[in-house]
Structure formats: C-alpha cells, structure tokens
C-alpha cells in the first residue's frame, strides 16, 4: 500500500511534543540531548476544522537531527566539512498503516527542511544498529552512502548484572564505575556479571552541500564508498560471564 503524500506535510514542531512521541512509541524510549531539530509529520484527515476553514490535521511521525556525539565527526567525513556543519539523524518515528513510501518521502521532505532552514549544515550521518536487526534499508532507500561497520576501531562492550537483568551500554554505566572496560569493572563490583561485544553499527552519510561543495567533500571523503549490506546480521554475540577480582 502505498500513501497519498498530497496529504502529507512536514514542520518544526515544539522539543516537549517530539520527546513526549519519541519516548513512548520509538522501539529505543530514549530521547537524546543533543537533538536540535524536530520536524513533525502530518496527514490531512479530510475531515473539516472545528474553528478554521480548513481540515484537520494528525500527526504521524516524528524525525529528529542533532549534533552528532562525536566532536570529530565532521573530520571523520572530510576535511571539507567544518566541525558545525553535520547533523546526525537521532531519530525516527512514523505510525504503521500509512504506507511502504512514507519513511522514504518523510525523510526528503526533511532533507529539503534542512537545506532552506539550515544552510549551514552540509552533511548528515546516521547508524543502523544490527543488535536491533536493523541494516540500513531507510538510509538505502533514500541514497545515503554506506561507509561500513568497522570504523570504529575498539570493541564496545554491553553489561548485566545480574544473569535475568537487561543489558546496559558501557556509556550507561561509566558514571557508577568510571570505567567501562571488562577488566577494570571486575576489581570494582563484588559479584560475577556477564558481557557480550556490541556489534559495530552500520555508518551511513548523506551529503546536503550544493553541487559544488558536494564534489569537494566527496574528493575528500575519509572512508570509501561500500556496497549496501543486504541482509540483517541475525547472529547472537557470544555472551562470558566474569567473576570480580579481590584486591585484597
């Protein structure tokens, strides 16, 4: 099924209406900090205003762009870019049942938004994270380049404590242990807890810069260009379970 996008429209909406939509329907419930700009999707429902002589509109969507959590993002893209000149896409959200294109409009729409409201920003980078079984295909149906899942060079870690606990992010726990390494932690707590690695997110980047600037950054692009990956990593990350170490 695909959706009429005659009805469709896209505009700035308010920081609290975007985290309230973020938080109870996005699979993550997280809000990051660092978005910036929140752009709402709305559809004409047909059905006519109360008080204004036009029709109601819902809205169905969300899509959110901030400073990306690296500071040196932009340097990992080009050097053509400046440090302030890239947004990471943080977050998406639309309803289900309003169609197979819906995603792919919303984010041109957005592309376009950014361009006429934030001329500044020449590039866009988000990640699909295969502990979610996700791949990248939005980012792939709207043309963004693929720069792989191993730019990170370090292994990332996720954490329980306790064997039927949820797993936490080592940036989760780093406040309570000021360290988010394995080993250190094990001199740190006083009961076993269980690690597996993080599998390394897929990177895309999408360049917003007219045409001139475009073929610039592109020169200059610090990782290559690689085919889409085509299908979700379905393989369970190895799980070890860590005894403390006593100092004593």
Same mark, same amino acid.
């Given at each position: 099924?695909?959706?009429?996008?005659?009805?469709?429209?896209?505009?700035?909406?308010?920081?609290?209406?975007?985290?309230?939509?973020?938080?109870?329907?996005?699979?993550?419930? %997280?809000?990051?900090?660092? #978005?910036?700009?929140?752009?709402?999707?709305?559809?004409?429902?047909?059905?006519?205003?109360?008080?204004?002589?036009?029709?109601?509109?819902?809205?169905?969507?969300?899509?959110?762009?901030?400073?990306?959590?690296?500071?040196?993002?932009?340097?990992?893209?080009?050097?053509?870019?400046?440090?302030?000149?890239?947004?990471?896409?943080?977050?998406?959200?639309?309803?289900?049942?309003?169609?197979?294109? /819906?995603?792919?409009?919303?984010?041109?729409?957005?592309?376009?938004? %950014?361009?006429? #409201?934030?001329?500044?920003?020449?590039? %866009? /980078?988000?990640?699909?994270?295969?502990?979610?079984?996700?791949?990248?295909?939005?980012?792939?149906?709207?043309?963004?380049?693929?720069?792989?899942?191993?730019?990170?060079?370090?292994?990332?870690?996720?954490?329980?404590?306790?064997?039927?606990?949820?797993?936490?992010?080592?940036?989760?726990?780093?406040?309570?242990?000021?360290? #988010?390494?394995?080993?250190?932690?094990?001199?740190?707590?006083?009961?076993?807890?269980?690690?597996?690695?993080?599998?390394?997110?897929?990177?895309?980047?999408? /360049?917003?810069?007219?045409?001139?600037?475009?073929?610039?950054?592109? #020169?200059?692009?610090?990782?290559?260009?690689?085919?889409?990956?085509?299908?979700?990593?379905?393989?369970?990350?190895?799980?070890?379970? %860590?005894?403390?170490?006593?100092?004593?």
């Amino acid at each position: 099924m695909y959706c009429d996008t005659s009805k469709l429209s896209i505009r700035q909406i308010d920081r609290q209406t975007a985290k309230t939509m973020i938080e109870k329907y996005h699979y993550s419930h %997280l809000w990051s900090p660092k #978005n910036a700009v929140s752009l709402g999707l709305f559809i004409d429902t047909g059905e006519e205003h109360s008080f204004f002589d036009e029709n109601e509109e819902k809205l169905i969507g969300v899509i959110t762009y901030g400073d990306p959590v690296g500071r040196l993002t932009s340097q990992s893209i080009s050097e053509a870019l400046e440090k302030t000149s890239v947004y990471e896409l943080t977050r998406l959200f639309i309803h289900d049942g309003y169609g197979s294109n /819906i995603e792919s409009w919303f984010i041109s729409q957005s592309f376009n938004w %950014l361009r006429k #409201n934030k001329p500044k920003i020449k590039a %866009l /980078i988000s990640y699909a994270s295969p502990m979610e079984g996700h791949s990248g295909t939005i980012y792939q149906a709207t043309n963004w380049i693929y720069q792989g899942n191993k730019i990170r060079f370090n292994d990332s870690w996720l954490f329980k404590f306790e064997e039927d606990g949820e797993w936490q992010h080592g940036r989760t726990i780093f406040p309570y242990y000021k360290s #988010n390494n394995p080993e250190v932690i094990r001199t740190k707590v006083t009961k076993p807890f269980w690690i597996k690695k993080e599998k390394r997110k897929h990177r895309y980047i999408y /360049i917003l810069a007219g045409k001139k600037h475009k073929k610039k950054i592109m #020169n200059t692009l610090k990782h290559e260009t690689l085919p889409y990956p085509k299908s979700r990593d379905t393989d369970e990350s190895k799980i070890i379970k %860590l005894e403390p170490i006593n100092k004593s």
